[in-house]
């Protein structure tokens, strides 16, 4: 997996996050769940409506607090692309959730394989929020969390590519 190193491009939740978006589902009314038809769909496709949602915000979060700590954007401009930027991964996972609640209540033995794929997914999306985490500290952080992970026997160099400048040498 190649990671984009510019920090002025804000990631958009894609692919990584269709197969957990489509095993998600939120029991609005509280009945534990049913596997009939419309209920089935509208839960399930709230569900992954919801961990679009939360994805993309966190990802735009920290992308954008690296931004507004350059000074590169205000407080203010930080919260529009947020919300600009969920909105549209809402809209996104919409379409994706319902179709996939759709395949499930047709073909529901696909379960199982969505749900591997889901865990593949959900760790490509970890490294994401980790880079995004990662670029929003400053050099002082950078190296205080490098020495704490060193002293815990973490090595995060391999999460970095060892790309960053002043991490080749250590």
Request: aromatic share 8%; no cysteine; glycine share 12%.
């Amino acid at each position: 997996m190649t990671r984009d190193r510019d920090p002025f491009r804000i990631p958009q939740a894609g692919v990584e996050m269709a197969p957990l978006s489509g095993l998600a589902s939120i029991d609005v009314n509280l009945n534990g769940g049913s596997l009939t038809g419309g209920e089935f769909v509208a839960e399930s496709t709230l569900g992954g409506v919801v961990i679009y949602a939360i994805y993309q915000a966190l990802l735009t979060g920290l992308r954008t607090e690296a931004l507004r700590k350059r000074g590169s954007i205000t407080r203010a401009v930080q919260v529009q692309m947020i919300a600009s930027t969920v909105w549209e991964s809402v809209k996104q996972g919409a379409a994706v959730s319902l179709v996939l609640a759709v395949v499930l209540l047709i073909f529901p033995w696909l379960a199982f394989p969505l749900s591997l794929l889901g865990l593949v997914g959900m760790g490509k999306a970890s490294l994401d929020l980790f880079h995004a985490f990662w670029d929003g500290l400053d050099e002082l952080q950078r190296a205080e969390l490098l020495a704490a992970a060193m002293e815990a026997g973490v090595n995060l160099r391999r999460f970095l590519n060892g790309d960053e400048p002043g991490l080749q040498g250590a």
